[in-house]
C-alpha cells in the first residue's frame, strides 16, 4: 500500500527534501550539500543516498513509496528533458529517468524550480485551494510560475513561467542578464530596485535617506519607503509599476484566482502587494473581478510541497 511521498528542491548550494504522507502533510525534512563538480554527476546519487537512509531509519519499505517529485533549477520540458541547467553543470539529461533508475525503478517525476515552488503554494500555501495561480519570486532574479487548473505550464520548450523575462520596457538601454533589453527582472529583483534607485539618485539634487550611510539594499529602499522618503518611494513605485505591468499581461492571458509573491523582496509586506494591486486594477480594466494579491508563506518549503504535488 502506498503510503507516502517524497519531494525534491535541487538548489545550486544545497538540496532540500521532504517526506511527506498522501494527503501532503510534511513528515520529515533535511537538506544536503549540492556537490557540482564533474557535471553534477553526483548530485543525484546523493540524493538517492539520502532517500534511502531516511526510510531505512523510519522503517519504510520503497513498495510504500508513491514516488518522488524533483525540483531543477532550469528549462525542464513536459517529459522531463533537461536540455541545460547551467547552475548544475547538466546537459542533455533526463534527471526523472536517472533517480528513478537509482531508486530502483520507483516513479519520479521532474519540473522547473520555479513552477514547482508556485504549485506548492498553490498546493498547501498562499494561494491554497486555488486552481488558476501566478508566482513570482522577487529576489536577486525573478522567478516564475504557472498553474492553470491545478497544474504547471511548463510550455514546450520549458520555458512556461519564466515571467522575470517578459519586456516591459523595451527603451531600456542596459541589457538583462539574459541579452535581452527591459527585462522584469531589470526592475523588480532586489538587484533591480537598488539600479532603480541609483538612477533616481544619480538624476535629482533631492535629498534623500538613501543617499551615503553605506551599501544600498532593497531592504533599505523599502524601509526609508516605508518612512516616507520621497526617492525610496519613487523607486518602489517603479518597482510596483512594472510588476503591475507584468501580472496584468499574464491576467489577460491566463485570468489567475491569484498572484503570489514571494521571495526575498516580498519580505516588504504590504507597500508592495498594495502598490502591485493599484497598478494591476489601472491595466486590466475589462476584468471585472480582479486577482488577489498574495505573500507567500511556505518561504524556502514551497520547493519541496510543490514537488510532492507533482506525484499526487
Not at 14 to 31: H, P, Q, R, Y
Not at 112 to 123: Q, S
Not at 189 to 205: H, P
Not at 264 to 288: C, M
Amino acid at each position: 500500500m502506498k503510503k507516502y511521498v517524497i519531494g525534491v528542491d535541487i538548489g545550486g548550494t544545497s538540496v532540500k527534501n521532504g517526506l511527506f504522507d498522501l494527503e501532503g502533510s510534511l513528515i520529515a525534512k533535511w537538506e544536503i550539500p549540492t556537490r557540482k563538480e564533474n557535471g553534477g554527476e553526483q548530485i543525484l546519487k546523493d540524493v538517492a543516498d539520502a532517500i534511502n537512509r531516511q526510510l531505512l531509519e523510519r522503517g519504510i519499505e520503497s513498495r510504500e513509496l508513491l514516488g518522488v517529485g524533483v525540483g531543477v533549477p532550469g528549462p525542464v520540458q513536459t517529459d522531463g528533458y533537461v536540455s541545460l541547467c547551467p547552475n548544475l553543470g547538466w546537459k542533455d539529461y533526463h534527471p526523472d529517468r536517472a533517480l528513478s533508475q537509482l531508486l530502483g525503478g520507483i516513479s519520479v517525476k521532474a519540473g522547473n524550480d520555479a513552477n514547482v515552488a508556485a504549485l506548492g503554494e498553490a498546493f498547501k500555501g498562499a494561494a491554497a485551494g486555488e486552481d488558476q495561480v501566478v508566482m513570482l519570486t522577487l529576489g536577486t532574479g525573478v522567478g516564475g510560475g504557472i498553474i492553470v487548473d491545478g497544474k504547471i505550464v511548463a510550455g514546450v520548450h520549458g520555458a512556461g513561467g519564466e515571467l522575470g523575462h517578459i519586456v516591459v520596457n523595451p527603451q531600456e538601454p542596459l541589457a538583462c542578464n539574459c541579452g535581452n533589453h527591459g527585462c522584469l527582472e531589470q526592475y523588480a529583483s532586489a538587484t533591480g530596485v537598488v539600479r532603480v534607485a541609483k538612477r533616481l539618485l544619480e538624476a535629482s539634487d533631492q535629498e534623500s535617506a538613501l543617499r551615503g550611510k553605506g551599501v544600498l539594499t532593497a531592504k533599505r529602499i523599502f524601509d526609508e519607503a516605508k518612512a516616507g522618503d520621497a526617492l525610496a518611494l519613487k523607486a518602489v513605485d517603479t518597482l510596483c509599476m512594472y510588476l503591475g505591468l507584468a501580472c496584468a499581461h499574464c491576467a489577460l492571458t491566463i485570468d489567475p484566482d491569484a498572484f503570489v509573491i514571494g521571495g526575498g523582496v516580498s519580505r516588504a509586506g504590504e507597500i508592495l502587494t498594495e502598490g502591485i494591486s493599484s497598478y494591476f486594477e489601472r491595466f486590466t480594466h475589462i476584468i471585472p473581478k480582479k486577482a488577489a494579491f498574495k505573500l507567500a508563506t511556505l518561504g524556502n518549503d514551497a520547493g519541496i510541497y510543490g514537488a510532492a504535488k507533482l506525484v499526487l
